[in-house]
């Protein structure tokens, strides 16, 4: 990341409204509709996230520009715990490669420092190729995808 214009840091309660404003910003992106954001049901959602997961911001200039939370969880099926993403955004005027793989790399290390494998399962919205080849340049491996029908 350039030099002293980026900062990557740990979430606080305080940002949550800023979190959840910038994540409202790739809503307009999603191939999806769910409806309007439930803005009291977001921001309970997030501060719960920033209190007991992993939630990341990217600052510049003091403004939250991007954010990625994760949280260690199972499958259904057996007892191994491994990392998996909640949200993954980029505000899109501040997306560079250099800030994709500086959030990558917090996000693979904790994973590491926690000894669990890391799945990054956010992955729709605009320029999916482009992701895709992002994702798989950092060492990524595709083990599926999205699909969604009658949305």
């Known amino acids: 990341m350039e030099k002293d214009k980026y900062k990557i840091r740990k979430a606080q ?14 809503l307009i992106e999603a191939p999806f509709n769910f409806g309007n954001t439930n803005n009291k049901k977001a921001l309970e959602n997030i501060v719960f996230y920033i209190k007991n997961s992993f939630v ?7 403004i939250i ?8 969880d199972e499958t259904w099926y057996s007892d191994k715990k491994f990392m998996r993403t909640l949200w993954l955004h ?15 790399i917090v996000f693979k290390e904790y994973a590491l420092a926690n000894k669990v494998t890391a799945i990054c399962e956010i992955f729709q919205g605009k320029d999916v190729e482009r992701k895709n080849n992002a994702f798989i340049k950092l060492g990524f491996k595709v ?3 999205t699909f969604i029908v009658n949305g």
Request: net charge positive; hydrophobic share 45%; proline share 2%.
């Open 65 to 72: 520009v991007g954010t990625l939370a994760a949280t260690v």
């Open 143 to 145: 083990i599926g995808g």
């Open 90 to 104: 980029v505000s899109p005027q501040h997306r560079r490669f250099s800030i994709f793989r500086s959030l990558m």
């Open 13 to 26: 309660i305080s940002d949550a409204v800023r979190i959840r404003e910038l994540l409202k910003t790739w």
């Open 56 to 62: 990341i911001v990217v600052e510049y200039e003091n």
